[in-house]
């Protein structure tokens, strides 16, 4: 495996929206190795803390050897990570899982909710530079919260804020809509577009619940998902989501980016508490 | 001086380990999948465990974060011991280091028809019963039991060549006579210890974090417990006792073997520091080497008072 | 909105706490050390372990630091109870807190002696029976059998008047068996858990970190372990049950109050955070009003299977 | 009480020696409030730990609302306190216990090993302040490690180096024996001079070897004791040291700074492991 456990250094610390933290660090091997939707798992030192953190690289660059994550503070781990000054140290492992699958010619419709935008900054890069046609659709409580459109060039970004602020007044799900019946109806195998989405459990169900309705393919739709995570490599058993046929997937090998045909939606859950 | 060391450990049977550091059941898969790990410098690997039919495990949430510690209760998902047999053993047969299984079952019947699976099959150095697991139904019955932890015992032990470790969980009053029970039974060594039944509460949700409610503790936070139970366990049996729980660094491994245990294994460190394990192994030299010693053998203290709690 | 909150708890024969905040025995020691703390705002204050005769308690050292907890080989060093109830209880007579004296003993007439001793004494609350300290010679013996606990419960509540909570030791393998059998005998309430038998060993010196060899493990480390145990214990008695065991923030508490428990004692916090009672206090208030209840007799949940490992 | 649980600000990091990091927080409540000997309970946030850490306050400064602490790093919690940058917060608990007793009018010596050194400062100048003659003993084990003279301005410094780099080439403690004898020789009940010693316990225990051999009274010795600490205020019961006639006293209580009589040197011990 190319998985790298590494100390990188934090080479820039910054507020890309509100409510986020963006670290950018410096080691060039993971930033050469990352696909699009692939995560690492970062050590914290939080009191009282143990496992590592999972996240998603937002975006690396390989010329520069860096590594972008964007996240929010939601407990003692992402507040801590929060803290890191330029130049302090970040143990990475990785990266970690299944990226998104890019390849294809179909347009490219991506949706996030919240912080889900994070792992957009590089797949948007990516689809854009195999010459495919991308929509963003993102999703925030409010204007401020929702990440500047120049993070995501080449995309024709739509919005949607819970509080009507920007964009569409509602849930960013409203915003697949008008991608949903024109392209699929009447050639619901394929042809279409192909979906990547990215956000709470609760937003992916609804957006499934919405594709099903619209006859869509799952198979068209990927899903970045997101369970606890122990090991992030496979040994722990502890990051299980439901697969369609029964039993479970494991979402740190098997994905964190799979195909929303490969899982039990009705069994589903979102696993986080606090 | 490096190479006079020896840091062998011998776990009965004809299974003689290179290093005392061994990585637990549950927390390296089966050896495959673990990054970055050089797995010829471990003492042993220890498989998930494994039961005679494959099993899905339990519905999410499966773990949970703790002060210095995890909860697990993953429901021994694993593919079966026949697939183990089959599609795994004979990788192993070609690594350059033991691979030890971790049995489960719910019956003695299952647990001993896994044991006859396993016995003729290259590439499995022992086994280790894991009698004391808290996150399936009936699972801790045998490790509650001396009686039951004895009968089982013997009745491996009577279809296994193999090395026959017994995994205790420190889930009892007295994990001593449990350990006695399973000496006595055959075993040729002991495992202390599994994880300690705990919990978490989804207070946002109100209602538990775990699936199944409960699950088994791990992870430092357990560290000084475990350190009792082998301390206890290493003084009552004549056989190797194997140091388990909360281990990170060389210092938490030499508190086991200071406390008696021949050897230790790692778990949930392995999530976290993967290169945990060659870092222990590294230390418990460096420390052997400053204090003048040139063997494992020479570390174990002993209990002042007869009566560990007099 | 505030006024309307009911926080109060009843912990049987009369005693009533405006609070559901303990704070646990030999962490505020008899209620006159804990710096800025105020003590009117306290369910209760639970004393240090008070026996017949004077103790000195054990040699250095006492305490060790293990990772998100702490263990204590104390040893009940106190005064003895004539001490606390001449010279002590009069003080606590004009404190407007409820003061529950915490009980030890090696023998039941030792036991019995204290309890008749306080029994009419002006300023003292309610007995709370250590029926389970891991740190003085046959400390533990009364509680990890059921019938011993049952004969020291009736043998002292025979000769009080007082609230009787019996402190449960999580050091067996059935921690709702002592539960039941002390209920049977007359306990007013359980309060549940007493510290978990842990070591640590000095590595350099090569010898126990304690004097004692073995200590009583404490903090959040406990947490979940002490959580599991409140909700098995809350699930099988009917008198109220008292939670303990790491609690730090006001999500700890509430798991516990969710779990069952009527009330909460907060220990090691004490040392690190000598206002984290308040701040639970509040923070209790706070949940209760974001979820729309009104007391805290609607917290609890309750296991979605009959048997808890099922 | 006036012990106060409070967030300070560090206002200063820096090196009085090596091996030694000195934190200066501003809290005027605590700087008025201390006396010299007396110490705090520092809130550490290190992974893993949760005690609070005792550390004497090696000098106060009611005017400029400032107090100091001078350490070494041992371990977890001293390896987070050294990391203190200028402007964090550091939680105190403090100030506790007693402090020594500085009136009196004979000859103050003071006598210090390694970090030992570090109450010295407030300790000497409180001594100057009253008038008296201070000669202060200080050993560590290479020069490097001394704190500078400047730092202790009105006191006769002395030193002693285990390696010879500087002063006496040997203990500290070999440096007292020319205070005792001529001083206290046919006057053994007072005249003679006060002592304050702060060191490891080894180096307490052969310096109260001495001044008995030289049959100084012990009463006349103030020691600094350094017993592991719970809570820091009498409540824990964890910090028992060995009293003369029998049981224990509580370092956090009736200590740190405690006459020397009051100890059992033959049951007291070096409570430190690691
Ligand atoms: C594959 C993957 C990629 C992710 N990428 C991002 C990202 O790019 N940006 C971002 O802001 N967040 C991302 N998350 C979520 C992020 O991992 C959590 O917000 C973070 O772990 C919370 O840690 P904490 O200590 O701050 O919170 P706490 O609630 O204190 O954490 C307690 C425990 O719960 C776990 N946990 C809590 N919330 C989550 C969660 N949503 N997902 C997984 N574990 C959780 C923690 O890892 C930890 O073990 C990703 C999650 C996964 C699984
Ligand atoms: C009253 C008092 C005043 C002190 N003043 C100073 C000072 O001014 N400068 C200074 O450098 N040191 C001082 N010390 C020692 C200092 O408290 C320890 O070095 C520090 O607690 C070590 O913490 P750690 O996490 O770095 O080490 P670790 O070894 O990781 O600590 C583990 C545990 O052991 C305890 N511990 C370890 N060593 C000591 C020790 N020597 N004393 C007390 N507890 C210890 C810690 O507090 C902690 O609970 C003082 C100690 C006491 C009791
Ligand atoms: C996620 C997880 C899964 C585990 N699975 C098993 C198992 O299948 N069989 C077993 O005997 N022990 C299992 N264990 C227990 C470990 O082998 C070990 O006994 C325990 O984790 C204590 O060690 P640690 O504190 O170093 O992790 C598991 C532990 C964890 C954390
Ligand atoms: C230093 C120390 C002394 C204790 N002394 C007693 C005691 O005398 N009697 C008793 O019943 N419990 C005693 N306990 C146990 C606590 O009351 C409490 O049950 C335990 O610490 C778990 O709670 P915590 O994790 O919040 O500390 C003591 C705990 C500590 C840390
Ligand atoms: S996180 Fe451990 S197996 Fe996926
Ligand atoms: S440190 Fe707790 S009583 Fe002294």
């Given at each position: 495996?190319?998985?790298?456990i ?269 | ?22 990585v637990?059941?549950?927390?390296f898969?089966?050896g495959?999948d673990a990054p970055q790990v050089d797995r010829i410098a471990l003492?042993?690997i ?224 392995n999530?976290?520091?993967p290169q945990a394990a060659h ?32």
């Amino acid at each position: 495996m190319s998985v790298a456990i590494a100390p990188a250094v934090v080479v820039e610390r910054s507020v890309p929206m509100a409510g986020a933290v963006e670290l950018v660090v410096y080691h060039p091997p993971s930033a050469a190795a990352v696909n699009p939707g692939q995560f690492f798992q970062l050590a914290v030192g939080a009191p009282r803390t143990i496992l590592r953190r999972p996240y998603s690289a937002a975006w690396s660059d390989a010329a520069s050897g860096r590594v972008g994550f964007i996240f929010n503070v939601v407990g003692a781990g992402s507040a801590w990570l929060s803290q890191r000054d330029e130049g302090s140290e970040l143990d990475l492992l990785g990266p970690l899982g299944r990226g998104f699958e890019l390849d294809g010619d179909r347009p490219a419709v991506c949706i996030a909710g919240g912080l889900g935008i994070a792992v957009f900054l590089g797949v948007v890069q990516a689809l854009v530079a195999r010459g495919r046609k991308v929509t963003m659709l993102q999703g925030a409580r409010m204007s401020a919260q929702l990440l500047p459109a120049d993070r995501l060039p080449g995309a024709d970004v739509r919005t949607a804020t819970d509080d009507g602020s920007r964009g569409h007044h509602g849930s960013v799900v409203d915003l697949i809509s008008s991608h949903f019946p024109p392209t699929f109806t009447g050639e619901r195998q394929g042809g279409g577009i192909d979906l990547f989405a990215c956000g709470p459990t609760p937003m992916l169900q609804s957006m499934i619940g919405l594709a099903q309705r619209h006859a869509v393919p799952l198979s068209s739709i990927q899903v970045a998902l997101e369970t606890p995570m122990g090991c992030g490599v496979g040994t722990c058993l502890g990051c299980a989501a439901p697969r369609r046929e029964g039993g479970y997937l494991l979402t740190c090998q098997d994905g964190p980016c799979v195909r929303a045909d490969r899982i039990d939606w009705d069994r589903m859950e979102d696993q986080f508490h606090g | 001086m490096a190479e006079r060391l020896d840091l062998t450990v011998d776990l009965g049977r004809g299974l003689r380990l290179r290093s005392p550091v061994l990585v637990a059941s549950g927390t390296f898969g089966y050896g495959f999948d673990a990054p970055q790990v050089d797995r010829i410098a471990l003492g042993a690997i220890v498989t998930k465990g494994t039961t005679l039919r494959p099993r899905e495990g339990n519905a999410p949430n499966r773990i949970a974060e703790t002060p210095s510690g995890m909860l697990n209760a993953i429901g021994l998902q694993n593919p079966g011991v026949d697939h183990v047999a089959r599609v795994y053993a004979p990788v192993w047969a070609s690594w350059n280091v033991p691979v030890i299984v971790n049995v489960a079952g719910d019956a003695i019947d299952e647990y001993v028809a896994v044991a006859e699976r396993l016995d003729s099959v290259p590439g499995i150095a022992g086994l280790e019963l894991n009698i004391s697991c808290p996150n399936v139904a009936n699972g801790l019955q045998f490790g509650v039991d001396p009686d039951q932890a004895a009968k089982l015992t013997s009745a491996v032990r009577a279809v296994t060549r193999l090395t026959l470790i017994v995994k205790l969980t420190p889930n009892v009053t007295d994990v001593v006579a449990i350990a006695r029970a399973v000496e006595d039974a055959g075993a040729d060594a002991v495992s202390a210890i599994n994880t300690y039944v705990g919990m978490a509460i989804d207070v946002r949700r109100r209602r538990p974090v775990l699936s199944r409610e409960s699950g088994g503790l791990s992870g430092p936070a357990i560290k000084p417990l475990a350190l009792h139970a082998v301390w206890q366990v290493a003084q009552a049996v004549r056989i190797p006792v194997i140091g388990i729980g909360g281990i990170m660094t060389p210092g938490d491994a030499l508190e086991f073997l200071l406390a008696g245990a021949v050897a230790v294994q790692l778990g949930t460190v392995n999530y976290i520091r993967p290169q945990a394990a060659h870092e222990v192994h590294e230390g418990i030299a460096v420390y052997l080497q400053e204090h003048g010693l040139r063997n494992l053998r020479e570390l174990p203290i002993r209990s002042a008072s007869v009566l560990t709690h007099a």
